[in-house]
């Protein structure tokens, strides 16, 4: 029997200041399935470091209340002191049968998060903002990104119908983009589903021969040959960007998240909640 570990989802936050945003989080629980012999309990609490290093996660999302957070957490951006400049547009998910139809362009199948995404939580997520902090909260900033004034991101991913292998229009043939991308980054490019354009040429996208499942997140580089997967799944890669407020997802941004070993994001580091104290911090209210 392979055991459990349930914990939060990641993101939630316990400070009362940030109910609103919290609420409908309460609810999401990631359910990570540890593939181990020997043990039949479940594990409650963090997983222990020495079954991280060899267990295969396999992570099952409330993509509903994914979604949910993200609109919350998007509406709670207008409460930050300084300039806020945010789009909230989260369309309803697809009926089965419309997504039956989009699958037909995944030739190893769709893979299981994208098919309960799309159905439970939203075909489409386009929520990106941009906060300037006044100046008394620019020093809170420089905590996390020492030479900003200014920081962006958002939750947002493309229509589902516009997501599916070899979407980017790249050529395999073309032998400009293999000097400039690698012989390996243009294989990515072609044979992985764009879901997000970065904004600056590069995008990420989902490797159909990773895991057919739960595919794995690649960050696909424009111009040079440093594309590589940051999140092992692309669950997990919604559960981390959630805890990371959703931050670019520009490589700079998420530079000092990436694990120097495994290559991928890495929200245990100090500055996640920086950063979380950051963006979710709420005007203090005095009782009369």
């Avoid at 055991?3 to 919290?22: C, F, V, W």
């Avoid at 295969?56 to 993200?70: P, Q, R, S």
């Avoid at 369309?91 to 039956?100: G, M, N, R, T, V």
Wanted: charged share 25%.
């Amino acid at each position: 029997m392979n055991p459990i570990y349930n914990a939060p989802m990641l993101g939630t936050h316990k400070s009362e200041q940030d109910d609103a945003y919290q609420r409908p989080c309460r609810k999401s629980v990631l359910v990570i399935h540890y593939l181990q012999q020997d043990s039949e309990a479940p594990i409650q609490g963090p997983a222990p470091p020495v079954l991280q290093r060899y267990a295969k996660k396999i992570l099952a999302m409330n993509y509903h209340d994914w979604t949910e957070c993200v609109r919350a957490f998007s509406e709670g951006l207008r409460m930050l002191p300084g300039e806020i400049d945010i789009t909230i547009e989260i369309d309803p998910p697809l009926e089965s049968q419309q997504i039956d139809t989009l699958a037909d362009r995944w030739s190893n199948g769709l893979p299981a998060s994208l098919r309960q995404l799309w159905s439970e939580g939203s075909a489409r997520v386009n929520c990106p903002y941009v906060w300037t902090p006044s100046p008394d909260e620019l020093p809170s900033l420089n905590e996390v990104f020492e030479d900003n004034d200014y920081i962006y991101g958002g939750a947002r991913f493309e229509h589902a119908e516009q997501i599916y292998p070899g979407n980017s229009g790249a050529d395999a043939g073309d032998e400009d983009m293999a000097a400039v991308l690698g012989k390996a980054g243009l294989e990515l490019w072609c044979r992985c589903a764009v879901f997000l354009h970065v904004g600056n040429g590069d995008c990420l996208g989902l490797d159909p021969e990773s895991d057919a499942e739960d595919p794995s997140v690649v960050y696909l580089v424009h111009d040079d040959d440093e594309s590589s997967v940051i999140s092992p799944s692309f669950s997990e890669f919604l559960a981390a960007w959630q805890e990371l407020c959703y931050i670019g997802p520009e490589f700079w941004l998420l530079d000092y998240w990436i694990d120097g070993d495994r290559g991928v994001i890495d929200t245990t580091k100090n500055k996640t909640a920086e950063l979380h104290r950051l963006l979710t911090r709420r005007p203090q209210t005095t009782k009369a």
